[in-house]
């Protein structure tokens, strides 16, 4: 059996609630979906500030995964791609993003397309990430204006707004494929592609199907990536949290 532990960065619980929900529908039979919560986390991740205070308690969550060898690979779900680089630091396992995850499957199946976020604040972090991932090129992203949250309290009405956008989007963009850039958009997916006639991706189903390949197909990190000064790195991280730890982690990193 493959297990995916999904992990939530924010501490809403009814979010954490739903993404688990998403994942199981996009899971592939033998596949076990643990999702996890950033209990130290903000309520909601918007900007760049939201996302520097959700990685601690994200990586806490990873380390102790770890020590319990948990899970066979990672999901971070936040579009942001919260912390990502610093979780691929914790583990020889592999960790996806919804964000990239979500961003590679559109590129796969469209020549352009187009992002549709929460808040503007938001829009310039998407920006880079799709640079990083050479993706830009091929991509714009707008903005809802909807609050994270907000797409719980109102489903209707986020559904409505987000569908404008992405009338917009077929007109100005001429795009091909629609992102959905939140977490909390997951359950939209289907109805916005059968309402506007378009392929509509969202990040959590992607990861969870990324990660059931990888994972197939016995892919991991490189272990010279996982050099000593990272192990020490990692230890520090673990011992300062829980203390008796971190003799455990080096050992997951070294690949014992």
């Given at each position: 059996m493959t297990r995916i532990g999904i992990i939530n960065p924010n501490s809403t619980a009814s979010m954490t609630t739903s993404i688990g929900a998403a994942a199981?529908?996009?899971?592939?039979?033998g596949t076990e979906i643990i999702v996890m919560q950033n209990?130290?986390?903000?309520?909601s991740i918007e900007g760049a500030i939201d996302g520097a205070m959700a990685v601690p308690g994200l990586l806490e969550r990873i380390e102790r995964a770890e020590q319990d060898d948990a899970v066979d690979a990672y999901i971070i779900a936040c579009f942001d791609d919260t912390g990502l680089d610093a979780a691929r630091m914790l583990t020889r396992?592999?960790?996806?993003g919804i964000g990239e995850a979500a961003a590679r499957v559109a590129s796969i199946m469209a020549r352009r397309f187009t992002v549709i976020t929460t808040l503007p604040v938001s829009i310039s972090i998407i920006e880079d990430n799709l640079v990083r991932y050479g993706l830009s090129s091929f991509a714009t992203v707008r903005a809802s204006g909807i609050p994270v949250?907000?797409?719980e309290a109102d489903g209707e009405a986020a559904l409505s707004i987000i569908g404008a956008e992405i009338r917009e989007a077929l007109r100005v963009d001429r795009a091909d494929a629609i992102v959905l850039g939140c977490a909390g958009m997951a359950g939209m997916a289907k109805r916005l592609s059968g309402l506007h006639c378009i392929p509509v991706v969202e990040g959590v189903s992607a990861a969870v199907r990324l990660a059931e390949l990888l994972v197939g197909l016995e892919l991991h990190p490189r272990p010279h990536d996982f050099t000593a000064s990272r192990q020490g790195k990692a230890a520090s991280f673990a011992a300062a949290r829980h203390p008796g730890s971190a003799a455990s982690l080096s050992r997951s990193l070294a690949g014992s």
């Amino acid at each position: 059996m493959t297990r995916i532990g999904i992990i939530n960065p924010n501490s809403t619980a009814s979010m954490t609630t739903s993404i688990g929900a998403a994942a199981s529908r996009a899971a592939q039979a033998g596949t076990e979906i643990i999702v996890m919560q950033n209990e130290n986390g903000p309520a909601s991740i918007e900007g760049a500030i939201d996302g520097a205070m959700a990685v601690p308690g994200l990586l806490e969550r990873i380390e102790r995964a770890e020590q319990d060898d948990a899970v066979d690979a990672y999901i971070i779900a936040c579009f942001d791609d919260t912390g990502l680089d610093a979780a691929r630091m914790l583990t020889r396992k592999p960790v996806i993003g919804i964000g990239e995850a979500a961003a590679r499957v559109a590129s796969i199946m469209a020549r352009r397309f187009t992002v549709i976020t929460t808040l503007p604040v938001s829009i310039s972090i998407i920006e880079d990430n799709l640079v990083r991932y050479g993706l830009s090129s091929f991509a714009t992203v707008r903005a809802s204006g909807i609050p994270v949250l907000a797409l719980e309290a109102d489903g209707e009405a986020a559904l409505s707004i987000i569908g404008a956008e992405i009338r917009e989007a077929l007109r100005v963009d001429r795009a091909d494929a629609i992102v959905l850039g939140c977490a909390g958009m997951a359950g939209m997916a289907k109805r916005l592609s059968g309402l506007h006639c378009i392929p509509v991706v969202e990040g959590v189903s992607a990861a969870v199907r990324l990660a059931e390949l990888l994972v197939g197909l016995e892919l991991h990190p490189r272990p010279h990536d996982f050099t000593a000064s990272r192990q020490g790195k990692a230890a520090s991280f673990a011992a300062a949290r829980h203390p008796g730890s971190a003799a455990s982690l080096s050992r997951s990193l070294a690949g014992s």
